[in-house]
């Protein structure tokens, strides 16, 4: 039995996902705060929707996908009914596994997992990182339960903040870029319809030739880059206008966002 302890937007993708990978609903319990929320995932999923006691003393693996802010709180109300033999998954920005197995006050085994929103495609960029107690089998419980809606790379848990700020907001990164390039494509004269559809096409097929090329992005880019032409026009002022720098900035500040949410 698996309990996803607040089913947010998160957690009702990976309940969805799970779903589509052949768990039954039978197989899968939901906690929510709000008594209407409870009632849609009921009707939409045909999951049980129980307390958070109910479902921590009934399932063998609780994920826990409450927002950092709210965690501690949860953890207060379960610890009375979670014994060393759970396995339990924090999906939380920035909460530790040690903040966790602190909380819990037992030597559970505790898996740190960060995601994101492709889950509901099961196009998921999912990292896991081992607590102290959690071993192999613990790992391989988390991953076969992700591994069907993405990606799954396990990391060192020093690098989840950093994981975090990558690839769990990465996709609002791109959801920008495309803004952007729409815009621009509307300041050219083009139809906004017709704009979305080039950018989300050239989007999609220059990250499907990324994954399957094996090339590294920096020869993808020289390939469409000729000497004096369009591309490096276009490159020169994104360069001017220190487009880079700006990235690398801002998944720093994302980094410290998510250390700053999980200490209070």
Do not use: C, W
């Amino acid at each position: 039995m698996i309990a996803i302890l607040g089913a947010g937007k998160m957690g009702e993708a990976l309940l969805s996902g799970l779903l589509r990978a052949g768990f039954k609903p039978g197989d899968i319990m939901a906690t929510t705060r709000r008594a209407e929320r409870a009632k849609a995932l009921r009707e939409t999923y045909g999951v049980r929707t129980v307390s958070n006691s109910e479902a921590a003393k009934a399932a063998d693996t609780l994920i826990l996908a409450v927002k950092p802010q709210d965690m501690a709180t949860l953890l207060a109300e379960i610890a009375p009914y979670v014994p060393a033999d759970r396995l339990v998954i924090t999906a939380a920005a920035g909460i530790t596994t040690s903040f966790v197995e602190q909380r819990l006050g037992v030597d559970v085994p505790v898996v740190r997992v960060m995601s994101n929103t492709p889950i509901r495609f099961d196009e998921a960029m999912s990292v896991i990182s081992a607590g102290a107690h959690a071993e192999e089998h613990h790992l391989k419980l988390a991953e076969g339960l992700l591994s069907p809606v993405g990606k799954v790379l396990r990391i060192p848990e020093s690098q989840q903040d950093a994981a975090t700020a990558l690839s769990g907001s990465g996709p609002a990164y791109f959801f920008y870029l495309v803004e952007a390039m729409v815009d621009a494509g509307i300041l050219l004269g083009m139809p906004r319809a017709a704009a979305l559809d080039m950018v989300t096409q050239s989007i999609v097929g220059a990250a499907v030739m990324l994954r399957d090329s094996g090339e590294h992005p920096v020869i993808l880019r020289e390939a469409v880059t000729s000497p004096g032409g369009t591309t490096i026009a276009a490159i020169a002022e994104l360069e001017r206008h220190s487009v880079r720098a700006a990235f690398l900035a801002a998944i720093e500040a994302a980094r410290d966002r998510g250390r700053e949410l999980a200490s209070g």
